[in-house]
């Protein structure tokens, strides 16, 4: 197996490809204003509850401020069919409502 050295640290070469893919796709996110701040709104009403105001202090709730910007299609099932003890969302937010959410979470509070 090849290893790569990063910052002092040794990772194998899958393991650093992989990250390159996550970072990569991430970053050709592109979000428009309007959309995250629509994301933000829908957040504070549904989601500010259980997750915490900007996602700030969950208590219990998984950090979304953590949650992994490769994992889009992850997002949507969590949030159209719930997860755990989370409430499926999917009757009551159109596919716009959880993009803007994905925006926010993804983009939101990291400008």
């Known amino acids: 197996m090849q290893k790569l050295q990063i910052g002092g640290t ?44 900007r996602m700030l202090d969950p208590e219990g709730a998984f950090d979304l401020r953590k949650f992994p910007p490769g994992e889009h299609d992850r997002f949507v099932r969590s949030v159209t069919n719930g997860k755990s003890q989370m409430p499926a969302w999917g009757d009551l937010l159109q596919s716009d409502d959880i993009e803007a959410l994905w925006a926010y979470v993804t983009m939101g509070e990291k400008k």
């Open 10 to 53: 040794s990772i194998s070469l899958a393991a650093a490809v992989a990250l390159w893919c996550a970072t990569a796709a991430a970053q050709d996110q592109s979000f428009s204003p309007q959309q995250i701040a629509t994301g933000a709104e829908i957040f504070a009403r549904n989601c500010s509850p259980c997750h915490g105001a």
